[in-house]
């Protein structure tokens, strides 16, 4: 008789499951002895969800998460307009937090609000409270209250934006890619890009302050592609990620080791060896936040995302 194999389990479903709000029960029939319950408290305000798409510029944002002491961020900042436009206090829940200098062209975002109205006021109005930062509520739509900006997702993909091979510190758009003195070897790049497709786990490209209860990530898209369209001095590199999330600064990580590949310091199967030692120290040093854009959050199942540059317009 056959030994029957256990079955296999989805540690990142598992762990997005597990995170997941739960519905929970607000109030009993009866209590202890018999007697009635407590009666609830009045039902809040009946309010619409909406998904907001956001596209920001992180340089001069600590970061997405809201911060105590006046310290700017994207989410404080948004919070701030939507009071200034209806009088509530809200919180905006997001798809996936952003580190200090990240970008975002297709962040996604919901809040709840109490006040009728629709989608283009929703868009323009919270867009003139957040003049004159860099950030704008690219479109609002009113969505069911099941939708979650960060559960419902079922996508992300990322563009990491490298200029190479100049010497010379660029006068314009240098926050937003990381500037390389050196040339890189895109084929070498790309071979060692290969190692890392699939499922691992991608403690070796993980920070040690990642919250992520396992390391185990599904990476479907790696692969580094030359834009050769731009007229600034130069060559233009961007590596596209694709995955269903990711771990933290695991896509700056990527982006550090293979840069090390490029300059000929490592030969492409040394990456290989690196995942496999599930050791951080082991890998190349984490690559500059300015050049990582999150490019589309999806959330029901689509092609793969279109290559180069081109798709981040």
Known sequence: MSEQKPPVIDAEAVEI???AP??????????????????????APKTQRWKLTVEYDGTPFAGWQRQDGGITTVQGSI??????FCGENVTVHVAGRTDAGVHALGQVAHIDLVRETDEKTVRDAINFHLRPLP??????????????ARFSATWRVYAYRILCNRRASPAMGGAQF?????DLDLDAMNKAAKHLIGTHDFTSFRAAECQAKS????????????????????????????????????????????AMVG?????????????EACDRTKAGPMAPASGLHLVRVDYDAKEPFQKGLDSLI
């Open 17 to 19: 499951a597990a995170d």
């Open 22 to 43: 739960q519905d929970t029960q607000t109030a009993q029939d009866t209590v202890h002895g018999g007697l009635p319950a407590v009666q609830p408290p009045a039902r």
């Open 79 to 84: 919070e701030r307009a939507i009071e200034r």
């Open 135 to 148: 950030v704008s509520i690219v479109s609002a739509e009113a969505v069911p209250d099941e939708f979650h």
């Open 178 to 182: 990381w500037h390389h003195s050196r």
């Open 215 to 258: 390391p185990v990530r599904t990476l479907a898209r790696l692969e580094i592609v030359e834009d050769k369209t731009s007229p600034m001095h130069g060559r233009h590199l961007t590596m596209w990620a694709e995955a269903r999330s990711f771990l933290h600064h695991q896509i700056r990580n990527f982006a550090g080791t293979l």
């Open 263 to 275: 300059e000929g310091k490592w030969q492409p199967d040394d990456v290989k060896a690196v995942l």
